[in-house]
């Protein structure tokens, strides 16, 4: 890490691995995650909805680890690699996840997005046959002001099903 | 002709009342959707708001210092801008009505009303630069005495936020018809209550942002911002600025949510685009949490008086309502009072019935439009009624329902409001209802559980939800205009001024025209959202999106169905046009695909051999259609009511909740829900709409109030203080449909943007109470939080 002096403003270089490509960027010290990745590199999945770690809609995979990147601050995430529902697809394919939330029209305006893929990937990563109440609590940790959840909580098990059948990749 | 073996079309259009994916919902899983703030042009500045500390105060402000600050472009207040900018143009005036007239500017010129109100904006090079800089600008205030309370604010004493209105009520009216006193006093018994709504809130999950940018050399500016209307904002944009419209474009990128807050009238979209002329380069706001918190709704009263025969029926009922409007604002959302009294009595038969209502101003935040857009105040009334009848006369709350409905065979039905409700079959709905939930067993599950120490309710809902405003002298309109055209390659194009608020009605609407020509969905595409490109529309308000966007969409694509029709009964020798059959992507005789040919050659040949194939022939495969209700009317009957509503959804919902009486904590176990919004295009997005309602509902009816200190502070600003609810806290819904189609409408569909809301608001109220029935105690206020709970079984015997 460096700092240098730029238009009035103190910056400091921060790099990452960034939906598989490692980037660099200059960014305020002061910035959360969620803006850096907006602001300064250019990746606008992660939304900011309340930027007080309540709403969920700027969940990133942060070193493996789901993320609100609005509770960290964007220096403290020097050498991540770090994963946004920009890079989920593989080869231009949806995961399996993904595709559950396109095919259960499980989202409206789309806003909550980043949070509840993550969450409900989180969930079918330790617990592949989640009950209608692990996937209510899964996903609690996030707000979605238009479906009223009944279709993400059919996506989440729509995934679920459809992971079982298929051989895990790798 | 051909028999039996012969290759023949689908039978059917094979894409109505199909639950089709969202056509760009790969885009959407996986975060390539931009939304406002997504954007960045190249040189835009930042936009920070100053914020008044102070509920009602007399202001000077000092931005000398913020000025000279590092990065700072400019510093406006409202006296900087008031020699060049007048207020902001009103999306509804009230004085037309007998209302106070109404001055919103785009930043106040001397006074602050309520707590959070900005008071300059600091427009910098970066928003770190504009934020520094926002703390040295020095606001004087000299304080004025504030009023929170509505009915404090009635007080003849009571400090005046617009002195020259000489009062703090900005609109009052009355409804209804025939002499609710009189009988009361010929009816078997009268029923005394009192309502209170709590003040919620739309908080859809994303903020607002406005980017206003102007081009100097062509003075002409777009404005790319989070609007539920794009062409009525383009014309109030450019009368404020003293622009012609043509020189005004506004994109209105997707949305996070709208709920009706992001219809036209916010102050910061005039703002943003005062300082992009000031300083000729993109300017940019977006809004945090605790600014989209300020704008509120519901936080009325309503005071009721109902009168009822022996036999159940409800005789007449007289409504005081009060509703609490916080500041004034542009937005029309006053009219949430007048809607929600024309919702009175709902879908019942109640023949002397009379609202008077009051919009008062007080030093709380402005309302917001918030679907229902008031109605629930209606709903939540004459549900309270059925009730509270139910318990005086021994009836069952089910049966006194059924006496009091409006009957199928009695539509159309004119209300004592003067609503003409166009179709319906409400106990039908109820019977539905009945065959998911065993009724009777739940009675006995109820007794049994009071056996055993506890507090289970059931609770009905009912709601008939007016919609399709049109509201005379504003621009909300009955109608909207839809474009399709078919390029040479057969590729459709449907341009519509509805917008989408991410309910899916774009998908919805190409459902209809693919339908209608013929074609695959993925032969056409939609252009939604840009005054460019897109003909005139009201955007997305009032459960208008495919009432009138997919009434005209079908219209003009039967106009090109047509078209291609006449093409080939030309090239294929065929005398009569109407044989031919547009489905799977064929033109063919009677639906025989060995006569046939490809729409896509009937299109290209149009295109480039029309002189030899079709030469009597206009060569235009586009057409741009109206639709528009032809129910409304706007000239006042004898009684000087109009018709400004054109559909009426309507649906019943039954709730059974527990309430732990330690805790006054309640639990939805199951909410069964049986909606009618006519034929359905998509069944998938229409179950969305109503399932989030119901969620919106529960919130309303449970957990969200935002509420302020005695000094005027607001202490809701963000979701630990505003509690939407969480999957974890709402259960699976139990969903059904009833089909009743709209008698005015070319698809038979009624609207289905504000279901849900309202009647699950009153299915919880009910069933709080039919809990708590048993310890005397009942609620009359929402959100029923536990405190409220508690201090009602505290005031029961228990």
């Known amino acids: 890490m460096s700092t240098t002096e730029h238009d009035h403003s103190t910056t400091t270089r921060l790099s990452l691995n960034l939906d598989g490509t490692d980037r660099t960027a200059d960014v305020d010290p002061r910035s959360l995650l969620v803006e850096a990745l907006r602001d300064d590199f250019g990746v606008t999945a992660p939304k900011i909805g309340c930027a007080t770690g309540d709403c969920g809609a700027c969940t990133s995979r942060v070193d493996g680890q789901i993320t609100k990147t609005c509770l960290r601050l964007a220096v403290s ?94 | 002709m051909s028999h039996g073996t012969a290759p023949r079309v689908s039978e059917a259009r094979p894409l109505a009342g199909s639950s089709v994916r969202r056509h760009d919902g790969d885009a959407y899983v996986s975060g390539r959707i931009g939304y406002t703030d997504d954007l960045s042009l190249p040189g835009t500045a930042h936009v920070v708001l100053v914020r008044s500390d102070v509920p009602h105060a007399r202001i000077t402000v000092d931005v000398r210092d913020a000025s000279t600050r590092p990065g700072v472009l400019t510093v406006a207040t409202g006296r900087s801008l008031a020699g060049e900018y007048g207020p902001i143009p009103n999306a509804m005036d009230p004085v037309p009505t007998g209302g106070q007239p109404l001055e919103i500017h785009v930043l106040p010129v001397d006074k602050v009303v309520y707590v959070g109100q900005p008071v300059a904006a600091v427009v910098a090079e970066s928003l770190a630069q504009a934020l520094a800089a926002a703390a040295d600008v020095k606001v004087h205030y000299e304080p004025l005495p504030h009023v929170m309370d509505p009915e404090a604010a009635l007080a003849a004493d009571a400090p005046l936020l617009y002195e020259s209105w000489g009062s703090n009520v900005m609109l009052s ?8 006193e009189a009988a009361a006093a010929r009816s078997a018994g009268v029923i005394h209550g009192t309502l209170r709504t709590g003040r919620g809130a739309p908080a859809p999950l994303e903020p607002r942002a406005y980017c206003a940018d102007w081009d100097a050399r062509t003075r002409r500016l777009t404005w790319y911002g989070t609007t539920q209307a794009p062409h009525p904002l383009r014309h109030t944009i450019a009368e404020f600025l003293g622009l012609r419209e043509r020189d005004v474009r506004v994109v209105a990128p997707p949305v996070g949510g709208s709920f009706g807050f992001k219809n036209f009238g916010h102050p910061e979209e005039y703002l943003v685009c005062v300082l992009a002329v000031a300083l000729a380069r993109p300017v940019q706001w977006t809004e945090d949490r605790a600014s989209t918190l300020r704008y509120g709704a519901r936080d009325s009263r309503l005071a009721y008086t109902a009168s009822y025969d022996d036999d159940g029926r409800v005789t007449s009922v007289a409504c005081d309502m009060v509703a609490n409007h916080g500041a004034a604002s542009a937005t029309g959302a006053f009219g949430m009072a007048f809607a929600g009294s024309l919702a009175m009595p709902s879908g019942y038969q109640v023949p002397d019935f009379r609202c008077d209502y009051r919009v008062v101003v007080t030093n709380k935040g402005p309302w917001s439009p918030l679907r229902p857009f008031g109605k629930e105040a209606g709903v939540l009334l004459m549900e309270t009624v059925m009730d509270a009848v139910a318990r005086r006369t021994g009836l069952d709350p089910l049966e006194v329902r059924r006496r009091n409905w409006v009957k199928a065979d009695q539509f159309p039905y004119v209300t004592t409001t003067g609503l003409e409700l166009d179709s319906g079959d409400y106990e039908g709905l109820l019977d539905k209802a009945l065959t998911v939930l065993d009724y009777a067993a739940f009675r006995e599950e109820q007794a049994r559980a009071r056996g055993q120490g506890r507090y289970l309710g059931l609770g009905v809902g009912f709601e008939v939800l007016p919609e399709g405003a049109d509201i005379p002298g504003a621009l909300i309109g009955a109608s909207d205009i839809s474009t399709v055209r078919m390029s040479p390659s057969g590729d459709v194009t449907v341009l519509t001024g509805v917008t989408s608020p991410g309910n899916g009605n774009d998908t919805a609407i190409m459902q209809i025209v693919a339908d209608r020509l013929g074609v695959a969905m993925d032969s056409v595409s939609i252009v939604q959202g840009d005054t460019d490109i897109c003909p005139f529309g009201f955007g997305n308000v009032s459960s208008r999106g495919i009432l009138t966007g997919g009434g005209s969409a079908a219209l003009a694509a039967d106009d090109v169905a047509a078209k291609l029709r006449q093409v080939a009964a030309s090239m294929l020798h065929v005398d009569d046009a109407e044989r031919l059959v547009l489905r799977d992507g064929f033109v063919s005789v009677d639906g025989d695909l060995e006569q046939a040919l490809p729409i896509a050659v009937v299109a290209h040949a149009l295109y480039t051999v029309g002189y030899i194939v079709a030469p009597d022939v206009e060569p235009t495969l586009e057409s741009t259609r109206t639709f528009r209700m032809r129910n409304i ?98 259960p699976a819904f139990e969903i059904q449909h009833q089909v009743t189609p709209s008698p005015f409408t070319p698809l038979g569909t009624k609207g289905a943007g504000e279901g849900g809301v309202a009647c699950t608001m009153a299915s919880l109220l009910n069933a709080v109470n039919d809990a708590l029935s048993p310890l005397g105690a009942s609620i009359t206020e929402l959100p029923a939080v536990p405190h409220r709970v508690l201090a009602a079984i505290g005031g029961g015997q228990r």
């Open chain 1, 77 to 170: 995430a020097e050498g991540s690699q770090i994963v946004t529902t920009q890079g989920l697809a593989e080869d231009g394919e949806l995961d399996v996840v993904q595709q559950a939330f396109w095919d259960e029209q499980a989202f409206q305006c789309g806003f909550c997005l980043s949070g509840m893929i993550f969450a409900a990937s989180e969930l079918l990563a330790e617990n592949p046959d989640p009950s209608e109440q692990d996937i209510r609590w899964a996903i609690s940790g996030n707000l979605c002001r238009c479906t009223g959840y009944e279709a993400i909580v059919a996506a989440v098990r729509t995934a679920a099903a459809r992971q079982r059948e298929i051989p895990q990749r790798g």
């Open chain 2, 173 to 180: 009216g009355t409804v209804g018809s025939g002499d609710v």
């Open chain 2, 633 to 730: 009317r706007h000239h006042a009957d004898d009684d000087g009511k109009i018709m400004p509503f054109s559909t009426f959804s309507n649906g019943i919902y039954l709730s059974v909740v527990e309430v732990d009486i330690d805790t006054g904590v309640v639990d939805i176990l199951r909410h069964v829900m049986v909606h009618d919004c006519g034929v359905m295009i998509n069944p998938r997005f229409v179950t969305g709409q109503f399932t989030g309602g119901v969620v919106n509902g529960i919130g309303a009816a449970l957990t969200e109030e935002v509420l302020h200190d005695p000094d005027g502070r607001q202490l809701s600003t963000g979701f630990k203080t505003f509690l939407l609810p969480r999957a974890s806290d709402v």
